[in-house]
């Protein structure tokens, strides 16, 4: 039987001969004391696999001594100083312990592979690992978490030190080099390539031409979308090979660095005041001493050009519409199947046009994308609303489907529930680091009085003890019982209003497709040119092939 995995360690390089002898060929079975998870990261693309595949060697060469058999090796690509990154193959290796049981050990290499986020993190992955009477052994380091918690909490706490370091000189690095005019990496702007090592922009041969075109073209007050239709007409593609699109040439439109100049953009913040990783759009040209916008380059267009042409998209914009206007602020919602409908020509999805659902690969992409699907929005919605209805009412009470719609129903009630669920698991993963820092301070360090470090302790404490309890009442389910009758969740729909029956819709349909008219005038009833792909209705082929089968041979046996 072959193993889940397989794919990635044959990614790393390993050969099929060197993974038999490693114990990683085919699939291991027994109890979970007697398997182990692995967990592999690197953080940038240019580290070496040859040093991944060594971690591995040494890990499997210390599980055969434990007498341990790694039932699964997660491997993934990211880096973890960054509290908002999120690690998924981490989290279902600890999963697979902490919560599915299937093994009772986590093999790292190095602790700074375990976390670069502090001992409030491994405090609480500990903590569950212990209930589970599981352990995570670090290889290079020597330690098990049963027997040396407090070192590896401590070297955690490195870990994190040496990331927040990593970070400071990093932007200090990224600073100096916007500040001399270099350009800092990433995605250079169409039209313009950045050879390695120079730090400058220079003119794309490829692409320059096209690039000053779409230029013109928006000095010349040519729409966004007239530009990408006409470049998808004549066959032009994007860098990537896609097709052009009236969003993209508004982003490139905006850009400072399609200039030739040094941006200076927000980052985005959390409400706590947090990086989340991302920039705000646009941004303004990074000024000298003297005011004068500095340079990295080359540009397709002049600093003036680019004066003119956000003038140009700034005068098209309509005050309280979705055209240019970013003062509107949230509007209220006013299309059931947005997100749902898709268009019957390119099965792509249809947005509210006004009155209207219109094609979106047509709206953004022109018509040489595609001829493009439009109806009232009014009559969809209506006929839709029945179909759910009916559909809803067919069902069992103990339908999947009925259980979904009741689960994201209370969801969308209480949108804040989620929300204040990751607020107090941050603030518990904090409050555990505290906890750690102050048994350093006195056990390890020794710079604390007993006195001070009890009172503290028992103050962090009762927080750590007042976070788990509300942490544990948020992760309780919800009684669906009042939701999970068919009539009941028809007469919600009634007053649900246009929000909340888009959510009652999308947690019972996949998606509606919408079939073109037959041409102008075409009587055909709304109703019967939708085609819902409702969530129950998913079949396995192999099943329905096996009972067609059985009942050919019923036939046959009758005759």
């Known amino acids: 039987m072959e193993r889940e995995d397989l794919p990635s360690l044959r990614a790393l ?29 690197r953080s940038k693309k240019k580290d070496t696999l040859s040093a991944l595949r060594e971690q591995v060697r040494r890990m499997c060469w210390h599980a055969s001594q434990e007498g341990k058999r790694i039932r699964h090796v997660w491997f993934e690509q990211k880096s973890a100083s960054k509290a908002y990154v999120r690690r998924e193959e981490f989290e279902k290796a600890t999963a697979a312990i902490a919560d599915a049981g299937l093994s009772k050990t986590l093999y790292v290499f190095k602790t700074s592979r375990l976390s670069r986020r502090g001992m409030g993190q491994v405090g609480l992955l500990l903590d569950k690992f212990e209930e589970r009477q599981a352990r995570i052994y670090v290889v290079a380091e020597n330690l098990d978490s049963t027997r040396s918690r407090m070192v590896l909490a401590i070297l955690s706490e490195q870990a994190r030190e040496q990331a927040d370091d990593i970070s400071e000189f990093t932007a200090i690095g990224i600073a100096g080099n916007k500040s001399d005019g270099r350009w800092t990496g990433g995605v250079t702007p169409y039209g313009l390539a950045s050879p390695q090592g120079t730090g400058r922009l220079v003119h794309k041969p490829e692409e320059y031409p096209t690039a000053r075109r ?96 956000s003038a140009i998209l700034a005068d098209r914009a309509q005050k309280g519409t979705s055209i240019g206007d970013r003062t509107r602020g949230k509007r209220e919602i006013v299309a059931l199947l947005s997100g749902t409908l898709r268009c019957g020509l390119c099965n792509g999805p249809m947005a509210n046009g006004g009155v209207n659902y219109r094609c979106y ?5 022109g018509a040489s994308s595609c001829k493009g699907v439009s109806t009232e929005r009014t009559r969809v919605d209506d006929a839709v609303s029945v179909m759910w209805l009916n559909h809803i009412l067919y069902l069992m009470p103990d339908s999947p489907t009925i259980r979904a719609i009741a689960r994201d129903w209370l969801s969308y009630q209480d949108p804040d529930r989620d929300a204040r669920k990751a607020y107090i698991s941050a603030a518990l993963e904090s409050a555990v680091g505290r906890e750690m820092k102050l048994e350093k301070e006195y056990f390890v360090l020794g710079r604390m009085d007993e006195d001070k470090y009890d009172r503290l302790r028992e103050q962090v404490a009762a927080q750590i003890a007042e976070l788990k309890a509300e942490l544990a009442e948020l992760s309780q389910d919800t009684d669906l019982t009042p939701l999970m009758d068919p009539e009941s969740l028809a007469c919600l729909w009634q007053g649900a209003g246009i929000g909340g029956q888009r959510a009652l819709l999308k947690a019972a349909a996949k998606g509606i497709t919408l079939a073109p008219s037959k041409g102008r005038g075409d009587r055909t009833p709304i109703v019967d040119r939708l085609t819902p792909e409702w969530r129950d209705e998913r079949r396995n082929p192999a099943v329905d092939a096996a009972w067609d089968r059985w009942e050919a041979r019923l036939t046959r046996s009758a005759d």
């Open 214 to 309: 779409i230029a013109e073209y928006l000095l010349d007050r040519k729409t966004p979308n007239w530009i990408a239709n006409k470049l998808n007409t004549e066959g032009i593609p994007t860098r990537h090979g896609k097709r052009w699109a009236g969003p993209g040439i508004v982003s490139l439109a905006h850009s400072v660095t399609w200039a030739g100049l040094v941006a200076d953009r927000e980052k985005m913040l959390d409400k706590n005041g947090k990086d989340v990783g991302k920039y705000h759009r646009g941004g303004s040209p990074l000024l000298d001493k003297r005011g004068d916008p500095i340079s990295c380059g080359e540009g397709v267009i002049s600093f003036a050009e680019h004066v003119k042409i």
């Open 361 to 365: 690969a047509r709206q953004i992409e």
């Open 13 to 41: 390089g390993f050969e099929d001969e060197e993974l038999e002898s490693l114990g990683l060929w085919a699939a291991v079975t027994g109890t979970p004391t007697d398997l182990a998870e692995m967990y592999i990261r």
